[in-house]
């Protein structure tokens, strides 16, 4: 709210001029009558709170929260080992092939982790706009007994410039599904490093108020290196991964093609060796019809990526010795796609069916592990969700998970297992 007060002074009092001549009546025209037609309604769950001005009148700033719980109940087993909590993440690469971990059947757990608190400010500038976005979420444990408070994103964007900690830049985030489980596909790139990138507008267009057209992005990230490695060995010459990608964006469309390049190495524990990673990522989100449906397709393929995917971090499969005893390392080659259909039944109703496939050629491991190699993994789901209201979500899901581990890290002999997963989900949003 602004209040303002304005005193004007004037000179010492003069003869007022006579009064100028009136001008004859015009007759005023009456107004066309409209030819716009009342904005459709919007889908009840599917907007954010509209920001409230705190700043001033084009400055923003906006503090809104979800309050989040889930129920999930697990047919088999997700954890590899026996001393894993309850995953509160469908996680693929975690299900067990065979052993005790894998006996773990029937099990039933809670969690608040998905709550989150995001902070978000706008102010035009004369050099373009200024955006902060910030999220904190629970899920600094997917696995411990409470919630653990993590920085999820933090980032701003001025003009061209991007700089903060968000998901790698190789992900188009309009192509993550609308799914109830955290964790969604196994196969979308969804690492979160520290970045900068310039987006550059190739041509520019305004459609119905709404920036669409074609654009450059250029930049670099500090990527982890996550290797499997012998216990003497440091990663050593590593340099930031450098990302550039073509991005359109239109009303019915956002589609993008990514390159990244990665530069890892290491020393000791008999390893001298350097390696290049590289990877594509073509993704994008096309809308369907006029109730708000939309179709999901998205694809990766390179080598030393396993830093970046969601279901092989911290697994050390962006490069492993050639064999047992090599001093080189090899890169280890993966490729995948996921694809995801949402389907509004009602105004206040909608589903999605999401589908992904991963796989990674670790058939040169020599080291056998007790918990296996992972070589492939299917993700499948498909959820329900009633939006009552605009800040209500309620839904169910129904997530399934297949994961086969190399032949040479076989488990009691087996290679593969799975899981059939049920989740509940309550989420109230506020401002």
Known sequence: MTLSLVVTAQAAAEPPPPPLPREPAQSIPAAPESTETEAPRPKLGSEAPAPFEAIGKQKHFSLTGTVWVDIMHDINAVGLSTMDGFFNEFIVGQIPIAGEAAQRTNRTGFSGNQSSLVLEAFAPTPWGDFDFYSKINLFGSATGPTPQIQMYKIW???AWLFVGLDYTQITNSSTIPDTLDFEGPQVIPEGRPIQFAIEIPLQRLQRQGVESGWYLSIGAEDDPADMTLPE?????GRIPAFIGKFIYRRGIADVELAAVYRRLGARGGGIDSDINGWGLVFDGLVNVGTRGDNFIFGGIAGQALGALIDDTQGFG??????SAGSSELKPIPAYGFWLAYQHWWLTALRSTATVGYLHLNTGFDETPNPEGIYAASIYSSL????S?????DIGMEWSFGWRRITENSAVDGQTRNYNH???WSFAFSFQ
């Open 317 to 322: 499969l962006d490069a492993a010795p050639e």
């Open 232 to 236: 003497d060995a440091f990663v050593r």
């Open 421 to 423: 997963r049920l989740q």
């Open 388 to 392: 009552p209201w605009h800040a209500v």
């Open 156 to 158: 701003a964007r001025w």
């Open 383 to 386: 959820n329900l969700i009633w």
